[in-house]
């Protein structure tokens, strides 16, 4: 009997390395960069526009957090809300408990009930420092830093991406196919190229719009910018 059991696991095993089928997904870790460059925190980049910025603050939310298995089951990795900060690298690294994943699915920014519900803790927290008016509510992602080409005070720019109702909704789903080359990989890892803030879809110029603190058309054009900067890669 002993025999068998182990002889049924082996074939178990064997048809799982083969399909792809091993491993859990237990993490979802993001990763910034600029143009492919490693992303740091008030190193000077060039924008594709030419422009030279140096960022110092750089956060969004995600909510909405699912998944869709390789067997093709859709289910739910999280209910909660993820404040993503480049400063702060345990805020990268999202624990999930989840068979292996062929589509990662979530939101980026915070959720319109989340919004009218009164005073949030945690990361809905005020104090963080994302949030704008009970009438505006949640900055869903926030870059600022200073570029020579922007004409503010100190050559500061802060933009400041927000709004819940429409027409100027700025949350943006996203859906990443994951890479499947490597079986036995347990993380599955996002890059996002903050230079597509700037150039995603849009050309914003420093130059022309330093400055985002409303909600409106400049904050739904970032917010198309951004979502185009996520990528699903393989390490």
């Known amino acids: 009997m002993i025999r068998k059991i182990f002889f049924i696991s082996c074939l178990l095993i064997l048809k799982n390395m083969v399909t792809g089928q091993t491993g859990n997904t237990d993490a979802i870790i993001f990763n910034f960069n600029f143009n492919q460059s490693p992303f740091h925190l008030e190193k000077e980049y060039i924008t594709d526009a030419g422009e030279a910025v140096r960022i110092y603050k750089m956060k969004f939310y995600i909510s909405g957090l699912t998944g869709v298995t390789t067997k093709g089951d859709t289910i739910t990795l999280s209910k909660e809300h993820f404040l993503v900060d480049a400063e702060d690298t345990s805020s990268q690294i999202i624990k999930v408990q989840a068979p292996k994943l062929q589509y990662l699915v979530f939101t980026v920014g915070v959720d319109s009930l989340k919004n009218t519900s009164g005073i949030q803790s945690g990361v809905l927290d005020p104090s963080r420092g994302m949030f704008w008016t009970w009438n505006s509510g949640y900055i869903m992602a926030k870059l600022e830093g200073v570029s020579s080409q922007a004409n503010t005070a100190g050559n500061r720019f802060t933009h400041d991406v927000g709004g819940f109702r429409s027409p100027f909704n700025s949350t943006r789903k996203i859906q990443l196919l994951i890479p499947q080359n490597k079986i036995n990989n347990t993380s599955v890892y996002i890059e996002v ?30 917010a198309d910018n951004f979502v185009t900067g996520f990528t699903s890669l393989e390490k």
């Open 193 to 222: 190229n903050l230079a597509k803030w700037f150039t995603g879809k849009y050309s914003i110029l420093l130059t022309e719009q330093p400055i985002c603190h409303t909600p409106g058309k400049l904050a739904m054009q970032l």
